[in-house]
């Protein structure tokens, strides 16, 4: 049987005397989609972080299509399949729209500097390519990042043009695996509900697997093929949304804390 | 009020400054104008300008800018001058009482020419009188200059500063005007040595002229412009025959100039060429990947001496030169790529070890290690090889055949090649994918390593081709004055070439030419000045960061991200208007677009 796409492993992450992740493990199989769920401090933007390679993991690993990705470089990882957003946007401001998502083709081409001064014609062919993906990858949102807007600096964006970009520089690094972290996250409803129509076009049509961090339950209900809960850093739960939803730890989770914070 | 007489009691001091640093007394002989505008009046008079010039800066109340009227501005410009000429008044009679001679000795510049041209023969009290009135009018003027409408004050002011200019370049255009063969004396005098008045009201004439004529085709201009759609994309640039004739034309006086200025002018394009190579070098470091290199001099350095012993150059000793302990005998043309490679490569040993560190940590490190050069090259221990203090002789001087290029006029040839290739090497280079990714490096390191490129390799990158460039301009240094002592390579030289690239826009090729030619061309044609370089230099530099901080011809994308704080603040405006679906919620306002 071939490995699942991505297997975490007994991932620990401890920062100080706080274990934001503790013996974390779990899997996400070839074209679904897998959404994170869990109460803020849960640990789930640092199971991204390990994941992408930002924070290296105590203990554990992590493995993509069986081949470890644990101790590689953020960029190494992305070249090997693993994009992802920023649950506070992170663009390149300063560069326009198209540039941005040129960027993610970066790990895609290999001009090198001779090629990049004499402009051979392998070059300029790899640059239009480059140009031509990134167009692509923008146009999956359709009219919202095209004509025009592709040449505005990205802070000239609305904020949810701006997840859109960050989510169009993503897929020009022409991933296997997509991590979005809390996507909808500030979106309004009309937004929020076009954006699961996108995750949902990312498997359908890209046949891209998605592990979604994400808040609000009517996109988790909408899009997960399976949801993970987790809480104090450890899986509480797995399964479809009604299982994870009807689960008693997770309610608890969510219902216990309000308790605690209420009194 | 209070305002105006905060800035005239600053111009105050300051003039009192510019007397203590020898501007005003130095300079009375320099005339400008006839024998009257002289450098050193300018200096008495330059403060009170500037004073009353802030003073009537549009005032914000309730929110709205509100100009000040004319009556206003000259009675605020008034208040300006009057207090900053009793300052400097109360010092011309504080001087006078207490005596010269006993300041000298600690204000060496306070000198009874100051004082004989500040007094004019006069009571002390009464010279300092007129001072007084002289200010109070400078300061009315810069003030009232201030609120004149614009159709009057553009004019104004281009014709006084560039009839200014004119008279400060008296060493080189009656030059030029010479080699040309043109009759100059009604317009530079040969006695005075500056303009004629008839000259100097030409001149201001014909700039007030032209900036009329430019203003109004500036209407026509924009209107034409606002007529088209603005949904449309930009082109690449158009060649209209007009543009390739102006081209030409450009490049056919870059290429006489030499010839037409005389080998004095062509020696200081020389030495602006040479930095203007370290400029571009810099410029990839500093302005397309963002790491803050304070030890360019290091590049330098290395370009100059490998080339010195590669092509055969010889030690000085005090029994005579002789061979270093190695040494090639290259051509110049084999020697460069070799130099090129050494420096890459030195480029790539110094960006390891400070790959972790940004900012202030990086600039530190790398200031470190442009010193350590300096220091290698005067030790003992390298004595044998570099000739220590003593440095080396005869370097080669790049002949082709017979022609050498040693001269400055044959020089100047030489480093434009080479500046023109180095630019064309920096540009296709931003203009890439990996000009994209140094960009994306330079906004957001994680960033950018979290989208695939790799931080590492680009840093190293760009110390490679950094130094590989500036390496150059130590080589063609080496060429241009044929010895090397260590005295060349001090630390000024990376302040120098940072003050460059920062003058004219951090990550801006033309302002990289624009800067070496005001930081290195001016200095060297203003031979006069040169005690007061340093601080004409540090004057500069601070002035530009604090008025134009993104530089004189500033790159784009760097001019904004040094107004990203700006932009905090119009988010909230431009957000709730430029969409037609407003982001809800409270975080996305609050969160910045980076």
């Known amino acids: 049987m071939s490995p699942a796409l991505l297997e975490v492993e007994g991932v620990t992450k401890r920062f100080g005397g706080l274990s934001a992740l503790n013996e974390l493990s779990f899997q996400v199989d070839e074209g679904q989609i897998v959404s994170i769920i869990g109460p803020n401090g849960a640990g789930k933007s640092t199971v991204f972080n390990v994941i992408t390679g930002l924070y290296p993991p105590d203990e554990g690993d992590v493995r993509l299509r069986g081949v470890s990705v644990v101790g590689l470089a953020p960029n190494r990882i992305t070249r090997a399949g693993i994009a992802r957003t920023f649950q506070n946007v992170h663009l390149f401001p300063n560069m326009s729209v198209l540039e941005n998502a040129m960027v993610g083709m970066h790990c895609r081409s290999k001009a090198g500097v001779f090629g990049s001064i004499v402009r051979t014609p392998a070059v300029k062919r790899e640059e239009e390519t480059v140009r031509e993906r990134a167009t692509e990858s923008l146009d999956f949102f359709g009219s919202r990042l095209a004509g025009y807007r592709q040449d505005q600096p990205a802070f000239a964006l609305s904020y949810a043009n701006r997840r859109r970009l960050e989510m169009a520089r993503a897929l020009a690094t022409q991933p296997a695996l997509m991590l979005l972290d809390e996507p909808t996250a500030g979106m309004n409803p009309r937004e929020t509900l076009e954006l699961r129509d996108h995750i949902v076009r990312m498997r359908d049509e890209l046949a891209l697997t998605v592990l979604v961090i994400e808040h609000d339950m009517r996109v988790v209900k909408g899009v997960s093929d399976r949801v993970i809960a987790c809480d104090y850093g450890r899986k509480i739960a797995e399964g479809t949304y009604e299982e994870v939803a009807n689960d008693e730890q997770v309610i608890e989770a969510y219902l216990g804390r309000k308790h605690e914070e209420l009194g | ?594």
Do not use: C
């Not at chain 2, 709205?64 to 605020?76: I, K, N, P, Y």
């Not at chain 2, 009679?93 to 009874?112: E, Q, Y």
């Open chain 2, 1 to 594: 009020m209070g305002a105006s007489a905060r800035a005239g009691a600053i111009a105050g001091v300051v003039t009192i400054f510019l007397a203590a640093v020898g501007l005003i007394g130095n300079f009375t002989d320099l005339n400008l104008i006839g024998t009257q505008v002289t450098f050193a009046l300018l200096m008495i008079v330059i403060s009170p300008v500037l004073a009353g010039y802030v003073v009537t800066s549009p005032r914000v109340e309730g929110g709205e800018r509100v100009a000040f009227t004319l009556g206003q501005a000259a009675s605020a410009g008034v208040v300006a001058g009057a207090l900053a000429g009793a300052i400097f008044g109360a010092f011309v009679v504080f001087v006078d009482v207490f005596g010269v001679d006993r300041i000298r000795p600690i204000f060496l510049n306070i000198s009874p020419t100051l004082m004989d041209y500040l007094t004019q023969d006069r009571p002390a009290i009464v010279a300092a009188a007129i001072i007084v009135a002289a200010s109070v009018a400078a300061g009315a003027a810069g003030a009232v200059y201030r609120v004149l409408p614009d159709g009057i004050r553009k004019p104004l002011g281009s014709a006084v500063w560039v009839t200014l200019l004119f008279g400060f370049l008296q060493r080189i255009v009656p030059i030029a005007l010479d080699q040309l063969d043109i009759e100059r004396d009604w317009l530079y005098s040969k006695v005075t040595r500056g303009l004629t008045w008839p000259g100097a009201i030409l001149i201001a004439l014909v700039t007030a002229g032209i900036s009329v004529l430019k203003a109004r085709q500036g209407e026509t201009l924009r209107g034409a412009i606002r007529g088209r759609g603005n949904g449309e994309r930009r082109g690449p640039l158009t060649l209209t025959p007009l543009s390739i004739v102006l081209a030409l034309a450009g490049l056919g006086a870059v290429l006489i100039a030499p010839h037409v200025l005389g080998s004095v002018i062509a020696e200081v394009l020389g030495t602006v060429m040479v930095f203007a190579l370290l400029g571009i070098g810099l410029n990839i470091v500093v302005g397309y990947a963002g790491l803050l290199d304070l030890g360019y001099v290091f590049f330098f350095t290395l370009g100059a001496y490998s080339l010195a012993l590669l092509t055969g150059a010889t030690l000085n000793t005090f029994v005579g030169s002789t061979d270093p302990a190695v040494a090639l005998d290259l051509n110049f043309y084999v020697a460069v790529p070799v130099v090129i490679v050494i420096a890459a490569i030195a480029g790539v040993l110094i960006g390891a070890p400070v790959l972790r560190l940004r900012g202030d940590y990086l600039a530190l490190v790398t200031l470190g290690l442009g010193e350590m050069i300096v220091v290698l090259v005067t030790s003992p221990w390298l004595g044998p090889l570099v000739g220590g203090p003593q440095g080396m002789l005869d370097i080669t001087n790049a002949a082709i055949g017979n022609f050498g290029f040693r001269d400055p006029k044959h020089f100047y040839y030489l480093a434009f090649a080479f500046v023109v290739l180095a630019l064309f090497v920096s540009w296709r280079l931003a203009n890439s994918r990996i000009g994209r990714a140094w960009t994306a490096l330079r906004e957001d390191e994680q960033v950018a390593d979290a989208m695939g490129v790799s931080t590492t390799s680009y840093k190293l990158l760009a110390f490679a081709m950094g130094g590989a460039i500036g390496s150059v301009g130590g080589a063609l240094f080496a060429v241009k004055i044929g010895s090397l002592t260590p005295a060349s390579f001090q630390v000024l030289v990376s302040i120098q070439v940072l003050g460059i690239v920062i003058l004219g826009g951090i990550g801006s090729l033309p302002g990289v030419i624009v800067g070496s030619l005001v930081l290195v061309g001016l200095p060297g044609l203003l031979r006069e000045f040169e005690e007061y370089r340093l601080l004409a230099y540090g004057a500069a530099v601070v002035a530009v960061m604090l008025l134009r901080p993104q530089g004189l011809i500033p790159n784009v994308r760097r001019s904004r991200e040094l107004h990203e704080e700006d932009r905090e603040q119009d988010k909230w405006a431009g957000d709730v208007a430029a969409d037609e679906h407003v982001a809800q919620g409270p975080s996305p306002l609050g969160e910045g677009a980076g």
